[in-house]
């Protein structure tokens, strides 16, 4: 599920995408904002999908064996122990994923050679063959096992990030929570499961959708008066010669501590430093910190934050 540091991240990145359009229409951006989240998931849902394919490679890769004209004994008695990996039995056979795999945007069939590398990457490692070579079975061991592979092997195949970046420039940054999700998921599976249960996309007991949505729109209606307060106090900048995404950042930062009463005011600087270390320039989180350190404290004297709890403002 998507959680608050990845929703600041997907309001920051629409966010630049309408600040610099010449003419932005708000709705329009709202509705590729929520477009964007969904495209989470299809990358979350993808991901699982994707050790089905492997399995399915691994079955092709027999059959064309048995079926040479001249087989060889291996060919004719050949290993089975990964495409009857009683987790991955699992995830090919569970209906939940069935059906979700005729909704998503990403379809791994359509880069046919993108799996065969994957495959041959997955099959070549040290890890798969220590798997297949070990006489052990049992559920615990197939689902340790296949957790590895994915893990070391098909989340960090940098031709799938190359794929990821061709379909959507945003795939590649939700690669890490997606996957943390994917492996919270297999991690429920249990033996004798005939599904696979999908974490749902916002958390149940948090208005998480809500935060998302008002984080947009307060950024934009309050964005003309920051931008003011932050000129106001940078005499020795042009405001022209902020960095865009600086500015974006610090317009972000000012609309939540004044719109949100349960976020601590530590929190919402501590994350907007945060971004602006990964997504800006190099010296952005000094700017960063340094102008809402001073920018905070003016707001609480002006009575323009207000914290609901004990330690909130501090």
């Known amino acids: 599920m998507l959680n608050r540091r990845h929703i600041r991240i997907k309001v920051l990145q629409i966010l630049f995408a309408y600040y610099s359009d010449e003419k932005p229409d708000a709705a329009v951006y709202e509705r590729m904002l929520f477009e964007s ?35 060889s004994h291996e060919d004719l008695h050949p290993n089975t122990k990964f495409v009857t990996n009683a987790l991955l039995r699992i995830i090919v056979n569970s209906k939940t994923l069935q059906k979700s795999a005729g909704e998503i945007q990403i379809r791994w069939r359509d880069n046919k050679d993108l799996l065969k590398s994957m495959f041959k990457t997955l099959t070549e490692s040290d890890e798969y063959k220590e798997y297949m070579a070990s006489a052990e079975r049992g559920f615990d061991h197939d689902r340790e096992h296949l957790l590895r592979f994915f893990r070391r092997q098909l989340i960090n195949n940098e031709l799938m990030h190359d794929h990821l970046e061709e379909l959507g420039i945003f795939w590649n940054d939700d690669l890490d929570l997606a996957s943390s999700m994917v492996l919270r998921t297999l991690k429920a599976v249990k033996e004798g ?36 307060l932050v000129a106001a106090n940078t005499p020795n900048w042009d405001a022209d010669r902020i960095a865009l995404m600086d500015m974006i950042i610090l317009k972000m930062a000012l609309a ?24 800006s320039t190099p010296k952005s989180a000094m700017f960063v910190n340094g102008l809402l350190d ?20 501090e």
């Open 37 to 71: 989240v969904n495209k989470f998931r299809d990358l979350y849902i993808s991901l699982i999908l994707l050790l089905g394919e492997m399995q399915a490679l691994a079955i092709d890769k027999i059959e064309a064996g048995m079926n040479k004209r001249l087989p």
């Open 193 to 228: 499961d005939d599904d696979v249960e999908l974490l749902p996309l916002w958390k149940e007991d948090d208005d998480e959708e809500a935060f998302c949505r008002d984080l947009f729109r307060k950024t934009l209606a309050l964005g003309a008066d920051h931008e003011k």
């Open 256 to 279: 939540e501590v004044q719109t949100f009463e349960s976020v601590p005011v530590k929190v919402t600087m501590n994350e907007y430093i945060e971004l602006s270390k990964y997504y």
């Open 294 to 313: 001073q920018l905070f404290p003016k707001l609480q004297a002006e009575g323009k934050i207000h914290k609901v709890g004990r330690g909130l403002i």
